[in-house]
């Protein structure tokens, strides 16, 4: 049975600073693995997308790397904002046609 | 439409009653998820639909919950005899096809439940 851990459960940053949000898993037999952000009170909306041939993604200050031998991927954030304040969400697309998600990092960025 | 939309987007109600969520996808998209947010959790699948069929529905509950999808388009989870425990925030999701190597989910906002 698959399982997805994320790591810190929160972390709160001062503006400015690089960060990193990591994701483990422990079935490597996946198709992609996708990142996420949930803003309080709202659905979630897809940030990146790793196919299990790639090794990362970029988009913007985002890049998300995977690791799929080692059941690893991070999320990393360049010169963060206040507005970057969300939770983010990783997600494994395993062989059974839906994602399975971690508990996600909550992620506050302080002016 | 635009995007996934789901009605209600808050509902309060008494323990014992049934509800009803409803959940409107993307157009033209086939595959429609269910999953449930309990307060500080993760994401729990509850089934999805490949047009009007249900392949998997292994994340359901228990059997006072049910899927059903018609048209291949607008998708009703429903809830019977509600329990204090049901209460979390349901969350639909649409993708073109069942996910493979590059689908995206599209997530609409939610149905807040709150069964008193």
């Known amino acids: 049975k698959q399982e997805v851990t994320q790591i810190p459960a929160a972390l709160s940053v001062p503006e400015g600073e690089n960060l990193v949000l990591n994701c483990s898993f422990t079935?490597?037999?996946?198709?992609?693995l996708q990142w996420f952000r949930q803003d309080p009170g709202k659905g979630l909306t897809s940030l990146l997308l790793?196919?299990?041939?790639?090794r990362e993604q970029t988009s913007g200050r985002l890049n998300a790397s995977l690791d799929k031998s080692s059941g690893r991927s991070t999320l990393y954030i360049a010169a963060s904002q206040p507005g970057d304040s969300a939770t983010y969400l990783c997600?494994?697309?395993?062989?059974?046609?839906?994602?399975?998600f971690g508990q996600g990092t909550e992620l506050s960025v302080k002016p | 439409g635009a995007g996934v939309s789901q009605s209600p987007s808050n509902k309060v109600t008494e323990k014992g009653k049934d509800v009803e969520l409803r959940c409107d996808p993307i157009?033209?998209?086939?595959?429609l998820y269910w999953y449930r947010q309990s307060l500080g959790q993760g994401l729990e699948f509850l089934i999805y639909?490949?047009?009007?069929?249900?392949?998997?529905k292994s994340g359901l509950p228990s059997d006072r919950f049910s899927a059903e999808r018609t048209g291949g388009s607008v998708s009703t989870l429903t809830i019977q005899r509600t329990q204090q425990e049901d209460s979390a925030v349901y969350l639909c999701?649409?993708?073109?096809?069942?996910?493979?190597?590059?689908?995206?989910?599209?997530f609409g906002s939610g149905t807040q439940l709150s069964v008193l």
């Open positions: 999701a649409s993708s073109f096809n069942v996910l493979g190597a590059n689908e995206k989910l599209f």
């Open positions: 079935d490597s037999a996946i198709y992609n």
């Open positions: 790793i196919q299990s041939s790639q």
């Open positions: 997600a494994v697309n395993g062989q059974g046609g839906k994602l399975i």
């Open positions: 157009s033209g998209h086939t595959a």
């Open positions: 639909f490949q047009g009007n069929s249900a392949p998997d």
